[in-house]
């Protein structure tokens, strides 16, 4: 197969099945972006707790953090997808794969966040408490505003990373991009067009929210904090 | 007779239960300006933070305009806290906010003053330190004496009972130092009740009511500024 066919291989199943495709890339965006704001909701919830909590629940957190960074991804897609049923709770392929992806992103978002607050020097703090500050308010207007600026590099490589494994849902049956891939393999026998074409999605799709992300960046960039700008 | 601001007696204080501040005794009146004294390690910076209760005391009392400080439970702290304008080493600005935005929180959120009221009073004081062009710059946008005078405005604005002023001047370029000492001898002039923190003798000569000189964690001279004893505190 030469290159010119090859390319004109690709173009045609692109047309054959482009309404797929596009329902597919919609699908794997959808779970991301619902996966990323599950994280960024437990994450915020483990953020506070790590701020203000005592022991017990400091531990809580870490525990939490530990189990969910400690095990793979898919074996708690399997679990929440395939073990939920037995305990009476039947989830979808598209719910579950939602729950399992935030659940585990908010673990590592938590420590974007705690490496985040990390880099704010403790002077503020301390400067902040002798101004009479309490302590939500320096949490509000001092850590956070500082704090969700350092971290979001790191978010943006949480959310691309999360749009790649969303990939996993398709071992549930969920027809996301890479299902699509997986159809369009078993319709015509194309294995490497076919998931030359997802991976070429996939791969645009990470780029188009990298740029997103440096509009974000300069939208919030001030002087100081421009050492995060690439 | 002047009232007392602040009494400390009998004051210990560290870290992890080791003392750095021993023993420390000494009363601050109304408008009176005292300036500590020592060189580095004697424990200044600690005996403010002490003062602040940002460092627990280890024993003594910390008796501020009557209260003992040592006895309030920590939710109490903040509102004594904003009573004493706390100006800290290197003039520490909240670099994710404008210069007015700098000074108008504290007074919107420990004085609990409206926004309107808040921004109105930090650009009379800006204003009064002929800072305003500054207002709505970002601290890095500021050299490193415009900053430390910024500070000062923050702490001033607080229209405390008592300044507490962390070696102002140190880490400066001679002109940014200039630029701060003269905003310390203008706040001298204002009457507030103050303690300088400070290693410069000409400061502690021009201001100081009364000076305290510490070595080791202890008070080794309270009193008028006397240069020969100062020179002897620095002295190893």
Redesign the interface.
């Known amino acids: 197969m030469d290159g010119d066919s090859g390319c004109k291989l690709v173009i045609d199943l692109i047309l054959q099945y482009k309404s797929f495709l596009v329902q597919g890339a919609l699908t794997t965006i959808t779970i991301t972006a619902l996966s990323f704001s599950l994280g960024l909701l437990i994450s915020s919830i483990l953020t506070l707790i790590r701020f203000f909590g005592e022991r017990v629940a400091n531990a809580f957190t870490k525990i939490y953090i530990d189990v969910f960074r400690g095990t793979p991804l898919l074996v708690q897609l399997l679990l929440i997808y395939f073990g939920f049923p037995t305990i009476g709770i039947n989830l979808d392929a598209f719910t579950a794969s939602v729950i399992a992806i935030g659940l585990n992103s908010g673990a590592y978002q938590a420590e974007i966040m705690r490496t985040a607050i990390k880099g704010i020097?403790e002077?503020?703090i301390?400067?902040?408490?002798?101004?009479?500050?309490?302590d939500r308010?320096i949490y509000l207007?001092?850590v956070m505003?500082?704090a969700l600026?350092n971290a979001i590099p790191g978010l943006v490589n949480e959310f691309v990373t999360l749009l790649k494994e969303s990939s996993l849902a398709s071992v549930i049956g969920l027809a996301e991009l890479t299902r699509v891939g997986e159809y369009m393999m078993s319709a015509t026998f194309r294995a490497l067009e076919a998931f030359t074409i997802v991976a070429l999605i996939y791969l645009l799709l990470s780029y188009a929210f990298y740029f997103m992300s440096r509009s974000i960046e300069k939208r919030f960039a001030?002087?100081?904090?421009e050492r995060w700008i690439r | 007779m002047r009232n007392e601001v602040l009494k400390l007696i009998d004051v210990t204080s560290g870290y992890s239960g080791k003392p750095i501040v021993m023993d420390v005794s000494f009363t601050v009146l109304e408008g009176e300006k005292v300036v500590v004294i020592g060189p580095n390690g004697s424990g200044k910076s600690t005996l403010l933070?002490t003062v602040?209760r940002?460092i627990e005391p280890i024993k003594g009392s910390i008796i501020f305009r009557g209260i003992d400080i040592t006895r309030l439970p920590k939710s109490e702290l903040?509102?004594?806290?904003?009573?004493?304008g706390?100006v800290?080493q290197?003039g520490?600005l909240?670099?994710?906010m404008k210069v007015i935005d700098n000074v108008a929180?504290?007074l919107r959120?420990?004085?609990g003053m409206s926004k309107a009221e808040a921004y109105k009073r930090a650009l009379e004081y800006l204003k009064l330190f002929d800072m305003h062009e500054l207002a709505y710059?970002?601290?890095?946008?500021l050299s490193g004496g415009q900053r430390q005078r910024v500070a000062v405005v923050?702490?001033l604005a607080?229209e405390p009972d008592l300044l507490l002023l962390d070696e102002p001047t140190s880490n400066l370029d001679p002109s940014s130092r200039r630029e701060v000492v003269e905003v310390l001898y203008s706040v001298a002039r204002m009457g507030k009740s103050m303690v300088l923190v400070t290693h410069e003798l000409e400061i502690a000569s021009k201001v100081s009511d009364k000076v305290i000189a510490m070595k080791s964690g202890r008070v080794v001279y309270e009193g008028p500024f006397n240069e020969s004893i100062a020179k002897d505190v620095y002295e190893t």
């Open positions: 020097p002077d503020q301390i400067v902040a408490k002798a101004l009479g500050l309490r308010h207007y001092i505003p500082q600026r001030i002087p100081g904090f | 933070k602040l940002l903040p509102r004594i806290r904003v009573r004493m706390y800290p290197e520490v909240f670099p994710h929180l504290p959120l420990a004085l710059r970002y601290p890095a946008q923050r702490a607080l």
